[in-house]
């Protein structure tokens, strides 16, 4: 059994629900323009927003151009950002281990979501550090996101467990050496860390 010092957890489908489906809503409404087209030009550039590779105003630049509107940045940040929702469950979790583990949030998120989420949600008080794709310049599940994390909390990944809802993530943190577990349930996530020693 391996020795578990630290739990890393994803953020959307986590430790917190979330849903795109307003944000679409809303812009598709304001458009006059394809919404297959546009749903699939926002989905197929937002890694490089977190990445890191766009600032927020050129998010939002991108976004009114692409979709045919102009939205006042006020609110399109709040519609942008206003998609998550507590995990209770999860959460409940992380208050559990943080005495006995090191804890950290590793996330392909952005720099709008994340300090939304940070003013709304007690992160702090589940998490020891940030591991976020916008910061470090990749996402989940490329290597370098896995690779640049470890390093940047001095982590071994023998002794990481990885929490995410998606296996294509998980594999991705598997090959660089970290344990996983795909939050699929709370009773399912519970199960799988009892079994890595976890608890």
């Known amino acids: 059994m391996p020795c578990i010092t630290t739990i890393l957890f994803d953020l959307g489908n986590t430790l917190l629900w979330f849903d795109f489906k307003p944000v679409f809503t ?10 297959e087209r546009i749903t699939s030009a926002v989905n197929a550039r937002y890694d490089d927003f977190a990445a890191g590779r766009m600032t927020p105003a050129e998010w939002h630049e991108f976004i009114q151009r692409t979709c045919g509107i102009s939205m006042p940045w006020e609110e399109f940040s709040r519609l942008w950002a206003d998609i998550f929702w507590e995990h209770r469950e999860m959460f409940a979790l992380a208050r559990e281990t943080r005495p006995r583990y090191r804890q950290y949030l590793l996330s392909n998120t952005d720099a ?27 996402v989940k599940p490329q290597r370098e996101i896995y690779e640049r994390g470890l390093a940047k909390f001095g982590l071994n990944p023998e002794e990481c467990v990885f929490i995410d809802d998606l296996e294509a993530n998980l594999e991705g943190a598997r090959a660089v050496g970290i344990h996983t577990v795909r939050c699929v349930s709370i009773e399912q996530v519970r199960r799988d860390l009892r079994e890595l020693g976890v608890g």
């Open 26 to 35: 809303r812009l598709l409404s304001m458009s006059k323009g394809d919404p």
């Open 112 to 138: 709008i979501h994340f300090p939304w989420c940070c003013e709304r949600f007690a992160l702090e008080e589940v998490l020891d550090g940030y591991i976020l794709s916008y910061e470090l310049g990749a």
